[in-house]
Nanobody
Framework: QVRLVESGGGLVQPGGSLRLSCAAS????????MGWYRQPPGKQRDVVAS???????NYADSVKGRFTISRDNAKNTMYLQMNSLKPEDTAVYYC??????????WGQGKLVTVSS
């Protein structure tokens, strides 16, 4: 079983920056694609960005050019650098680990609030 623990997040003013981290432990094996999802208040959870084991990245159109996803496979850790934050980025952010042959894992979620 894979365990994911997020850190970072909090309150930031519009235009500011934050970094989220996601540390994986347990049965975390090579081959996992990892991703960040977010769920704004009263809305559904949607993907923000993903990164394969090899480092190929994908981003939602709404965050392209502002967010950067990265991972350190040696540390089993993934990051999301969020710049030029907007109020509409306010959401609970979740870390996800996906493997074609194994069950998905989710973190507990971290609240990011962008407000002046």
């Amino acid at each position: 079983q894979v365990r994911l623990v997020e850190s970072g997040g909090g309150l930031v003013q519009p235009g500011g920056s934050l970094r989220l981290s996601c540390a994986a432990s347990g049965s975390f094996a090579p081959g996992y694609t990892m991703g960040w999802y977010r769920q704004p208040p009263g809305k559904q959870r949607d993907v923000v960005a993903s990164i394969t084991w090899q480092g190929t990245t994908n981003y939602a159109d709404s965050v392209k050019g502002r967010f950067t996803i990265s991972r350190d496979n040696a540390k089993n850790t993934m990051y999301l650098q969020m710049n030029s934050l907007k109020p509409e980025d306010t959401a609970v952010y979740y870390c996800n680990a996906h493997h074609a042959l194994l069950p998905d894992a989710w973190g507990q979620g971290k609240l990011v609030t962008v407000s002046s």
